[in-house]
């Protein structure tokens, strides 16, 4: 209590200090001899001078000093965190708020009992050094540091949590700190890109170029640059494809450069992980990032708030002037290639109102053969799913059907979504049984994914299922895939168009002599649409699966089969297949 009525003017973390500091003063001197007399030779020899008990003493005395050490050195740990404390930065945290509020209010306890703490050390040590028998034998005294050790700790351990917390706050608000000068940097007309790039990059001036050699960040100055961001799952495919219309760039004349961005978790960061980034890094034609700490956190939660990145990848376009003419461009990308450069949303909004809904803006680029057969006059009939029976039973029902009006059919499976492996088996039965055509891997791949960038670039621009023929056909489509079920769509270069779920296409095929004689009278489509519409299911389920994509998910969305408004389901797997 003297103690503290002599440092009563002081703050709390002061009169800790104060007292430790004392405490070294008086005793530092014993305690450096005492730890080091029997492995130093200079503290040998000065305790042979002063403290010649001590050095005769020293393994009877092995326990008391074990206990001081213990004490002292939780008495410095508690004395350190309530400097930290008190001296943390109040421009980020208040002291009358929670976190640092709470932590504060526990300083005087800290404070009591460090110095009650220093004072029973005080004791222990005059009572050695004056070798005093009750304290050389005595095993209480020992008892009552490593006590007073244990609570010293606990008390550390508190305040190192409450520290903890502080430092999480303050973290917080430098991100969000930061987080707004990137938002009012990058929402600023700038004279070029290079001062949006220094932001995203921070203190990484480096680049890998695609000769994989470093190169200054400032090559890309005044240029169209594509910000490819993904997490390291991005797929081989999404590199192919991006990597076929990036070389075609050249020779379209085109000048635009893409930096590959990654967006990792830097916590869990292990040798695997470096080797996956190495690996992509590797197989990547554009320029990347050095390292993949590369990009600040705070850029980092300004792409995931603002540009709504989730785990499907995305390219962010920058003008010259560092101005974001799309917060992703990669589905105009995948639809049109360079034709949609500068790949503005302004860009893509033109080309949807040019186009109207047709088979081929789907698979013209994937099948070469369709304007052969559209010009033979012939029914192409694209079809997917995973069930062997209902392939089989469907090819030869449909070409059965095509056979007995004399009319050419054409049919390719187009496999499905997410399901490679055994798309791959059923591609290999239909190749042997000769079924029909079937697309290879990248085909079925390209496929799907051309589907889910039709959709997501329409809701990218608000289109509503309402008001788009587009949208509504794809989410249909998309809808089939999701379910159990196959599906077909059939197609004639007319524009001629029908399209239904495997059950109702396969059980109308199977009674064609129910409709045999409209399809003479009014042609095999025509007929067949009259047909399906008749079919009623009276019971259906359809699904409609769509990968997260940011929050950027279609705000309503009907069925595929009677038109009433879908419920809204999360659905959350690790294997798509």
């Not at 289109?463 to 249909?476: A, F, G």
């Not at 199977?510 to 047909?531: C, H, N, T, V």
């Amino acid at each position: 209590m003297a103690i503290f009525h002599m440092l009563s003017s002081y703050s709390w973390g002061a009169k800790a200090v104060l007292t430790l500091a004392a405490f070294a003063v008086n005793f530092g001197e014993f305690w450096l001899i005492a730890q080091l007399c029997t492995s130093n030779s200079l503290a040998k020899s000065v305790a042979l001078l002063k403290q010649p008990d001590i050095l005769e003493h020293s393994q009877t005395l092995k326990a008391h000093f074990d206990a001081l050490s213990k004490l002292i050195n939780a008495m410095v740990d508690v004395t350190k965190c309530i400097v930290e404390l008190t001296d943390l930065p109040s421009n980020y945290i208040s002291i009358d708020e929670p976190p640092l509020s709470t932590a504060m209010a526990h300083l005087h306890t800290a404070t009591y009992w460090i110095i009650s703490s220093v004072v029973s050390c005080a004791r222990k040590i005059t009572g050695l050094v004056g070798m005093r028998h009750e304290f050389t034998t005595s095993t209480s005294e020992a008892w009552e540091l490593s006590s007073l050790a244990h609570k010293v700790s606990s008390i550390h351990e508190h305040l190192q949590s409450r520290l903890r917390l502080c430092y999480e706050r303050i973290d917080e608000k430098k991100l969000m700190e930061a987080f707004e000068h990137f938002k009012r940097t990058i929402e600023t007309p700038q004279v070029d890109n290079l001062k949006i790039l220094q932001n995203i990059f921070g203190k990484e001036e480096n680049l890998l170029n695609p000769d994989r050699a470093e190169v200054y960040i400032n090559v890309l100055r005044r240029k169209h640059v594509l910000l490819l961001i993904s997490d390291l799952d991005i797929s081989q495919e999404d590199i192919r494809v991006l990597e076929v219309v990036y070389n075609e760039r050249v020779s379209s004349g085109l000048n635009y450069e893409i930096i590959w961005l990654p967006v990792v978790d830097r916590t869990t960061w292990n040798d695997g992980y470096q080797q996956k980034f190495s690996t992509l890094q590797s197989i990547m034609p554009w320029y990347t990032v050095s390292h993949h700490v590369a990009i600040e956190p705070a850029v980092i939660k300004y792409i995931r708030d603002e540009w709504g990145f989730v785990k499907k990848p995305i390219a962010v376009t920058l003008n010259p002037q560092g101005k974001v003419l799309c917060p992703n461009a990669l589905n105009m990308m995948w639809i049109w290639g360079n034709s949609a450069f500068p790949f503005s949303s302004e860009k893509e909004e033109s080309f949807w109102k040019a186009k109207h809904w047709t088979l081929d803006l789907l698979v013209a680029r994937l099948e070469p053969n369709l304007p052969t057969w559209v010009s033979q006059q012939k029914v192409v009939c694209f079809y997917g799913g995973v069930k062997m029976e209902w392939i089989e039973s469907f090819t030869t029902a449909t070409k059965g059907v095509a056979e007995a009006l004399g009319i050419g059919i054409e049919m390719v499976y187009v496999g499905k979504k997410n399901a490679r492996e055994r798309v791959q088996k059923i591609t290999g039965l239909i190749k042997e049984k000769q079924l029909s055509n079937a697309w290879e891997d990248d085909k079925v791949w390209f496929f799907w994914n051309l589907l889910e960038s039709m959709l997501y670039s329409k809701t990218q621009h608000g289109n509503t299922i309402e008001n788009d023929d587009i949208k509504q056909e794809v989410m249909t489509m998309l809808g089939y895939d999701s379910s159990k079920n196959g599906w077909a769509v059939f197609y004639t270069g007319s524009g001629e168009m029908v399209k239904a779920n495997g059950e109702k296409v396969l059980s109308t095929m199977e009674s064609f002599d129910e409709w045999e004689r409209l399809a003479r009278q009014m042609g095999f489509i025509p007929a067949l649409r009259k047909k399906l519409e008749g079919v009623i299911k009276h019971h259906h389920c359809t699904r409609l699966i769509l990968p997260g994509n940011g929050g950027r998910m279609p705000e309503r969305v009907q069925c595929a089969e009677c038109g009433r408004p879908m419920e809204l389901n999360f659905l959350y797997r690790c294997c798509a297949e």
